[in-house]
Every structure is written in structure tokens, then in C-alpha cells.
């Protein structure tokens, strides 16, 4: 503070020193190295390896190729006619559509729920965030493999459960009709602790007085919470619905270990089937298609939903 | 379920009458130790399956093992894949950590003390790079790493894991920098500072909590990632863990036992540095989350 007012004092005008500081700002020393070195090693390697891949996805998407010598077989938009009339794909992205519908009416109530409850002062609260949140930091093929060996119907935790009541243990990840409800019952055990996190953030913020102040008008709970916390919660809520959609869409690690998108594709996401048709198959051509479409389906959800939902946030 | 929550948070924000808040206690906690059970039962019996023989895992499911199979971890000890792929995941890691830091903190330093024409245009331009995964472009980022002689070198995973994770180090990095009093800006200008002292000498020093947190959110990431080392990487010499857990599967495909074990060892860093920097890790990860 001692400085500013220094700067302050050698002006003529207290009351314009601030432009003045300002001004002065384009003499300082160091402009220019600060240019040149700072911006361009970032600017390079964001460009080389972010932005050129997806426009090259959008030119190698135009032909049929297997990524060696250049891309000369030009044929239009036959890839995505392809996509589109492929009926894995069209189970992907339903399957996307549905984790991202769970994700809305399971995880992130359940979240809440959690949320509420261990921010109550009471024994332990800080050790049943501590070990919900665990998941969220372990690997994604850690977690699948885990879930892979629970659900597996010989040796896992399922058949053990199954055996006890005398029952032969199914093959839920074997099984076409289960399969994906299996897959998005690990997906809720991993993330829920990451979106309760984000509440317990957003139920701390929550000024205490407004509560209270509820309470003196003589609001229950029910209303206390639908009328004051939730309201008040709404930036949390669209931020852990965005994570939920922006996480489903790039969901890929976890389906490799428990079941590599089968059976018969029941399980497949856009990334996998990405991974499973494009990259396995060396079908450039398709593959870059395919990641065009994902990329569009990112943007102008992100677009749509932030200038919807979050303008104000 | 949302419905549940409403009288507990009435029970314990009011006053009720004691026996209220009795019954809600036992309410909360036989729902946190039910969840917590979910939680936790798969990984504990994840790490005592690593001990029980094949045979035990199929009649004795949830018990503790009835003779301690210690040999399923020690061969795994002794094995130099694990080591390696530790290893392997820790470089890749650590370099990933450091050019991220390091590119993302004097971009946005430019971003957020240099006025020059176009910033805005720039800024957005790498805030593209929050929209879409690395996945969408898999395929000519694979054509470009093979193009510049990378494929099956660290590099090629390093640096597509550093460019993905710009633009939100760059945002994270900016807003901090911003945030900072502009007294010390002036104060370092009169002192006759330029802007490279300034950076180096003032502003990195007091940028500690937001290079930890940009830090662990790219480490996390790092450490955890699948899809790029599974393009980029063919030898099994630098495999990171997680393409190592595929592997192994793939190698001992029902011996699971083995891979319980295998499975546990590689997660035991993890869980081992969460527990010891919880706190830090948590803000780190909801921090990116939530600015």
C-alpha cells in the first residue's frame, strides 16, 4: 500500500494516479521478452497437438484411409452415413445419453444426500468424506477391474453373495440385458464422491443466517431445504450436472476392463466404439469421423448448456 | 432420495427435542455406514483376495483368507514389472507435472499482466481446448505423434497429456494471478523491476496453493490416464500401470488371485499419498472443478 501511494505522491493529480500507473505499465522493461518467451511455447504445443489433430480429424474424415502415405480416396460424407447406420453407434450413444441420465437422477441426489449428511457436526463426518471420496482418485481401469472381479460369476463377490442362497451365480457382464446396468452402477460408485465433495463446497458457503432466519418464520424442514438450501445450491447443481454430461462423454477407461463395450456392443460408449472401430481397425478415415461427430456433440452441449444454464454462474 | 434429506437437516439445524435428534443420529449413521460399506467392501476384498488361493475365492468370498497366500504379493515385489511400470508411470508423471507448471504459468502470466493486441482472441483459443477429450482427435494425434518420430516414447504420451490439459492449468493459473494485490505490480515497477523479475521473484513465490493445485490435478491425471499411452506406447518396457493391470490380465486371465494382487499393489500409492494429503488433494481436485 506504502508503494502505491508513493507512485501516488510523484503524480500531479491524486485522483489520476491510477491511469497514470497504468500507462506506465507499457514502459515497463521486459515487454517483449516476456512475449516472445512466455505465450509461444504454450501457443505451440496447444496448437501442434490440440487444435491441428481436430481439424486434421475433420480433412481425414472425408476419405477412406488406413493412415499410411496421404489420404487420396475421397468419399465425401460416406463415413458418416456409416456412423450413423451403424447400429453399435446408435448404442453408444444411447448408452451416453443413459449415463448421463443416471448421472442426473441417481448420482447427483445421492450426492446431495450424502452431502447433507456428513456435513452434520457429528463423530466421523470428516473420515466418511475422506473414504467416499476414494474412488474418485483411483484409476478408472483400477476401478473397472475391480468391478470386474465382483461382478464376475465364478470367483467374484456376486457369485459369493449368489452361492450363500444357494443360487447359481449369474454372468451379469456377460449378460446383454444387465451388462450396462452392472457398467453404470460402477460409474455411480466412482463418481458419486467427486459431485458430494462439490456440495459439501456449496453447503459450507451457505450462510448460516439464512437458516436460521427460516427457522424463526417457523419453516420445516422440507421447505427449509426445497425453498432455501437447494435454491441456494443451484450453481453447485449445474456445475456437477456439467462434469456429469462432459464425464460421460469421454467415458473410456472403465468400460476397457469390465468389458470392452460387449457383449454384442451392449456396452459400448462413443469413445469406445471409437477406440474398437477407428484406432483397433486402423480405419483413419471412420475413426476421425466419428471423433468429429463426439466433437460436435461436445461443443454445442458445453455451448448450450453454459449459456442456458450457467450465464449467471 | 432427496426427499430423506429434509428432516435430518431439520433435526439437527433446529433445536428439536432430544430424542429427535437421537433417532437422526442413528439414522445418519446406519446410511453413511451402509454407503460406506459399499464403498470400501469391494477394495478390502479386492486386497484380501490378493491373499487366498484361486480355490478360496470361489467358496470363501468375503472371509478372511484361512492361510495367508503372502507369496501372490512377494512374487509381484520381486518381479521387476512392477517396479518398471511404477517407474514408467512416475516419469511420465513428473514431466507432465513440470512442463504443465511451467508453460501454463508464463502464458498465463502474459494473459494476465501484458496487454498486447489479440489476448482476448488467445485466451479464448486455449479455453477451446476445456470443450472437448483428447479422445476426439485420437486418431491424428497418433498420425502426428508417428509423423514426428515419437510413437513408443515418452514424449509422445507427455505431450498431448501437457497440451489437453492447457487450457484449464492456463484458466486456473490466470484467475490467480489476477487476484493478486495490483499493489505489488506497482510496488515491483517502481523498484525499477521488469516484468521477467516480477514473475520469477514475486508473483511465483506467492503462487504456491495454485501451482499445488495445478500441480495435482495434472499428476492425478497423469498418473491415471489409459487411452494415450495405449496409443502411443507398444513395448512393454514403458507401459505405465494401468496399461500394465490390462496386460497382466490378459496374461493370468482367470488366475485372479493374481490379478487381485497385482491390482492392489498398483493402487497402494495411491491410497497411500490420499490419505496422507487429503486435504490437499481434495481441494486440488475440486478446486479445478469449481473455478
Known amino acids: ?313 | 432420495m432427496t426427499d430423506t434429506t429434509a428432516p435430518i437437516d431439520a433435526a439437527a439445524g433446529s433445536s428439536g427435542g432430544r430424542s429427535v435428534a437421537f433417532r437422526t443420529k442413528i439414522y445418519l449413521y446406519a446410511s453413511l455406514i451402509i454407503v460406506a460399506g459399499v464403498v470400501i467392501i469391494p477394495l478390502v476384498m479386492t486386497a484380501l483376495g490378493g491373499f487366498k488361493t484361486l480355490g478360496e475365492l470361489r467358496g470363501n468370498s468375503f472371509g478372511l483368507p484361512h492361510e495367508w497366500q503372502w507369496s501372490n504379493y512377494a512374487d509381484i515385489l520381486i518381479s521387476q514389472r512392477y517396479w518398471l511400470q511404477m517407474g514408467n508411470s512416475l516419469l511420465i508423471a513428473v514431466l507432465t507435472v513440470f512442463l504443465t507448471l511451467m508453460l501454463s504459468s508464463m502464458a498465463a502470466f502474459t494473459f494476465a499482466h501484458v496487454k498486447f493486441f489479440g489476448s482476448g482472441f488467445l485466451l479464448n483459443y486455449f479455453l477451446v481446448g476445456l470443450m472437448f477429450p483428447a479422445a476426439t482427435a485420437i486418431l491424428p494425434l497418433f498420425i502426428r505423434i508417428r509423423d514426428l518420430g515419437l510413437l513408443d516414447t515418452y514424449w509422445g504420451v507427455v505431450l498431448p497429456q501437457v497440451a489437453f490439459g492447457l487450457g484449464m492449468s492456463i484458466l486456473l493459473f490466470r484467475n490467480f494471478f489476477r487476484n493478486l494485490p495490483s499493489e505489488l505490480f506497482d510496488a515491483a515497477f517502481v523498484d525499477g523491476a521488469g516484468y521477467l523479475r516480477f514473475f520469477w521473484s514475486i508473483t511465483l513465490p506467492l503462487s504456491r496453493p495454485i501451482i499445488a493445485t495445478v500441480g495435482i490435478i495434472s499428476f492425478v491425471g497423469s498418473w491415471n490416464s489409459y487411452i494415450l499411452p495405449l496409443i502411443m506406447l507398444n513395448s512393454e518396457s514403458k507401459y505405465p500401470w494401468p496399461l500394465g493391470i490390462m496386460v497382466y490380465r490378459g496374461e493370468f486371465s482367470t488366475d485372479w488371485q493374481l490379478i487381485l494382487a497385482f491390482v492392489t499393489l498398483t493402487l497402494l500409492p495411491t491410497v497411500i499419498v490420499f490419505f496422507a494429503a487429503q486435504k490437499h488433494i481434495i481441494a486440488g481436485l475440486t478446486a479445478g472443478a469449481v473455478k
Open chain 1, 1 to 313: 500500500m506504502s508503494q502505491t501511494s508513493s507512485v501516488a505522491d510523484a503524480a500531479p493529480a491524486v485522483t489520476r494516479s491510477p491511469s497514470i500507473a497504468r500507462a506506465k505499465r507499457s514502459q515497463i522493461r521486459g515487454k517483449l521478452p516476456v512475449l516472445v518467451l512466455f505465450l509461444p511455447p504454450a501457443l505451440l504445443l496447444f496448437t501442434v497437438f490440440v487444435i491441428l489433430p481436430m481439424g486434421e480429424a475433420a480433412w481425414y474424415s472425408f476419405y477412406n484411409w488406413n493412415g499410411y502415405g496421404l489420404p487420396d480416396q475421397w468419399i465425401g460424407t460416406r463415413n458418416y452415413e456409416l456412423i450413423f447406420n451403424n447400429g453399435a453407434f446408435r448404442q453408444a450413444l444411447i448408452n451416453n445419453g443413459l449415463i448421463i441420465l443416471i448421472s442426473i437422477l441417481v448420482q447427483i441426489p445421492l450426492a446431495l444426500w450424502l452431502a447433507t449428511m456428513v456435513t452434520h457436526r457429528i463423530k466421523g463426518a470428516v473420515a466418511f468424506r475422506l473414504l467416499f471420496f476414494l474412488p474418485y482418485v483411483l484409476a478408472d481401469v483400477a476401478a473397472g477391474m475391480i468391478w470386474r472381479f465382483v461382478y464376475d460369476g465364478q470367483f467374484g463377490l456376486v457369485a459369493g453373495i449368489f452361492n450363500s442362497f444357494g443360487m447359481d451365480a449369474p454372468f451379469w457382464l456377460a449378460d446383454r440385458q444387465v451388462a450396462f446396468y452392472a457398467v453404470l452402477g460402477v460409474i455411480v460408485w466412482k463418481y458419486f464422491g467427486f459431485h458430494m465433495m462439490l456440495f459439501v463446497a456449496g453447503l459450507q458457503a451457505i450462510d448460516k443466517n439464512v437458516l436460521e432466519a427460516a427457522d424463526i418464520d417457523g419453516a420445516t424442514g422440507w421447505q427449509k431445504f426445497f425453498r432455501v438450501t437447494l435454491p441456494l445450491l443451484g450453481s453447485t447443481v449445474r456445475l456437477s450436472v456439467f462434469f456429469a454430461v462432459v464425464g460421460s462423454l469421454q467415458l473410456f477407461d472403465m468400460i476397457m476392463p469390465l468389458t470392452g463395450g460387449g457383449p454384442s456392443n451392449a456396452t459400448q460408449t462413443m469413445v469406445t466404439f471409437l477406440y474398437t472401430f477407428g484406432v483397433m481397425r486402423m480405419q483413419v478415415g471412420f475413426g476421425s469421423a466419428v471423433g468429429v461427430v463426439l466433437f460436435i456433440i461436445c461443443v454445442t452441449l458445453a455451448f448450450s448448456y453454459k449459456r442456458v444454464f450457467m450465464k449467471n454462474d
